[in-house]
């Protein structure tokens, strides 16, 4: 089984803390060179010069993933890309009457039509080449619903989706897409549900194995989808959520 990297350039979106930070991490030291990306310049340096530090190879990408100029004038200096992980995401929360078509537009936007662009950008090179690897983050709000998260939840539906359409189209090119569908993890992302007592046990206690996530738990995932012991997983949803979607 080769769960390594080596030789692979990877791009991670919104890798400078979380689950995409985590993600970035191992795939370095499965001996991939590391692109690291968000919307804050200095955080992406300093998580490349962390990585760096540490003997990977990583390079700093700062761009907002949801604006098209910002994307296209970093993808131009990015070189070649082996591996895509769209993880860059965000959520807006409010009751159906206050939730605003503008908060709807921008969570679709960064969750669903930049993931899109990304990959009908960089899967050309990918094909030409004829291996690639794309990887989505989507969430168990891909498979189930909850109030007031609805475009949260749309975009994540979509994100699989897409996962399942892309992998039918680049399959044939040797470029695979995949989703995975991350449960509870305990990142800044949600800090605010983390602080909520009564949230915290909902999460423990509807878990089989009773804890959030550490993101770290999340990253042998990506991995193993991004390399050659993965290779013939194609349009699948991985769901690592310490079973959450598996109990009633
Ligand atoms: N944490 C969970 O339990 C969980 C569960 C299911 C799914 N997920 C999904 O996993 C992904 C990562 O979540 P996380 O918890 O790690 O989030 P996080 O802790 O909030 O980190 C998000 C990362 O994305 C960056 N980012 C946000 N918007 C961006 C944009 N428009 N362009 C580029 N970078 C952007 C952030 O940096 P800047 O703000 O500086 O740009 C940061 O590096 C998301 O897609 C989320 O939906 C998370």
């Known amino acids: 089984m080769d769960f390594r990297l080596d030789g692979r350039r990877a791009l991670i979106t919104g890798s400078t803390r979380g689950l995409g930070l985590a993600i970035a991490r191992a795939m370095a030291e499965q001996g991939a060179a590391v692109i690291i990306n968000s919307r804050t310049v200095d955080e992406c340096v300093a998580t490349a010069e962390t990585l760096a530090a540490a003997g990977h190879d990583a390079l700093a990408l700062p761009f907002d993933a949801g604006d098209g100029s910002s994307r296209e004038d970093a993808l131009a200096e990015a070189g070649t890309i082996d591996i895509l ?16 078509e503008e908060k709807w537009r921008d969570v679709l936007n960064v969750n669903l039509t930049a993931p899109f662009l990304l990959a009908k950008q960089l899967s050309e ?18 498979q189930i619903g909850r109030a007031t998260i609805p475009a949260y939840v749309s975009s994540k539906h979509g994100l699989i989706g ?10 044939p090119h040797g470029v695979t897409v995949n989703a995975i569908n991350p449960g509870y993890f305990a990142t800044e992302f949600n800090a ?11 999460v423990k206690g509807r878990t089989p194995l009773g804890r959030w996530g550490d993101p770290a ?3 042998g995932a990506a991995v193993f989808l991004a390399s050659d012991a993965g290779g013939y997983v194609n349009g699948a949803s991985l769901t690592v959520d310490g079973g959450m979607t598996a109990a009633l």
Do not use: C, Q, Y
Request: glycine residues 8%; charged residues 20%.
């Open 85 to 100: 992980v769209n993880n860059a995401g965000i959520i807006h929360r409010a009751p159906l009457p206050e939730f605003s």
């Open 125 to 142: 090179a990918m094909v030409a080449r004829g291996w690639g690897r794309i990887i989505n983050i989507s969430s168990i709000m891909g």
């Open 162 to 171: 897409l996962t399942r359409t892309l992998a039918v189209e680049l399959g």
């Open 192 to 202: 605010p549900l983390i602080a909520d007592k009564d949230f915290d046990a909902m």
């Open 217 to 219: 738990e999340l990253a």
